[in-house]
């Protein structure tokens, strides 16, 4: 993995443990069962995994192809001490396809608790299987997709058209006020006690700065003055990086709530929220989330220690 310079967040879907082996990704024979497969099963957003005695979770990596004769494709994710491993997202849950002993835990649940080195396998892996059970017709002409290269391109079986996977840019920030104090807000979506910090999606022709902005000035109708980036995350659920940014408003923190997307917004102190999390006011994303390590940095330490 290549060193990082500056200020940078750590997340467990953050680290890179695996070589995507993408220059291989052409090579016909790339999915091909041998003695080198191993397969890494996955099913809407959940990912196999095996526990150890101290709960840490590793991807299950199977020797026998988990497709029991269907066509669910195949996706090349990378080698691991020199297997391929090879992504398979299976359907429902079905007597063929569910092995004894399989066991698919949902990822956003638990990325906190994977091991480092298994991280990239099983985000990548959701995020594929995500966009296969997605993408099956051409959308300009409604034509079967046909996968090639490892599983990361679909080609129109009529008009060659090639489809690649997508990923949605995203911006999220802690926004400090000129006492440093930290705005969270609870979406209107969310449960009632959750708060977390703002977010949103890049628009088009938008650069990712101007994005913090507007959406910040967009929910709480704040002005931000500046803006430092801290690092991204993967969040494949089912296709979004997240940018996470700090920001500071050190002018007006009169709050002004975008209708029917935020329902409550406040600045904490540190001490404020220490109480707040004390009394279960509010409750905190969980530790796998960029949400939560920008809150953790401004913090200095864990939140909820």
């Not at 809407?44 to 979770?57: F, I, N």
């Not at 497709?67 to 001490?81: E, I, W």
């Amino acid at each position: 993995m290549a060193k990082i310079r500056g200020p940078h967040l750590s997340t467990p879907l953050t680290l890179l443990g695996s070589d995507r082996d993408a220059l291989l990704r052409s090579d016909p024979e790339i999915l091909s069962p041998g003695e080198d497969a191993r397969y890494l099963v996955s099913r809407a957003g959940a990912v196999a995994l095996r526990e150890e005695e101290d709960g840490t979770l590793h991807a299950l990596l199977e020797t026998e192809d988990p497709r029991g004769g269907t066509l669910q494709p195949l996706v090349l994710l990378g080698r691991r001490d020199g297997y391929r491993v090879l992504g398979v997202e299976i359907p429902e849950p079905s007597a063929e396809l569910d092995a004894p002993g399989r066991d698919l835990r949902d990822l956003r649940r638990v990325a906190d608790r994977l091991h480092d080195h298994d991280a990239d396998l099983a985000a990548a892996a959701v995020a594929m299987g995500f966009w296969h059970r997605s993408m099956r017709h051409c959308p300009q002409c409604g034509a079967t997709l046909v996968a090639e290269m490892g599983g990361w391109v679909l080609r129109c079986s009529e008009d060659g058209v090639e489809q690649f996977p997508r990923t949605d840019p995203a911006v999220i920030m802690a926004v400090r006020d000129g006492q440093d104090r930290l705005l969270l807000a609870r979406n209107a979506h969310f449960p009632s006690r959750f708060h977390s910090v703002l977010a949103g999606f890049v628009e088009p022709g938008e650069s990712l700065e101007n994005a913090v902005a507007r959406e910040v000035a967009e929910e709480v109708g704040i002005t931000v003055e500046e803006v430092e980036y801290m690092g991204s995350q993967p969040w494949p659920f089912p296709r979004s990086l997240m940018l996470g940014y700090r920001a500071w408003a050190p002018g007006g923190t009169e709050l002004t709530l975008q209708d029917e997307e935020i329902a409550e917004a406040r600045w904490f102190t540190r001490e404020e929220l220490a109480a707040a999390l004390e009394a279960e006011e509010i409750a905190l994303p969980g530790s796998a989330s960029m949400g939560r390590a920008l809150i953790d940095d401004w913090y200095g330490r864990s939140a909820e220690r």
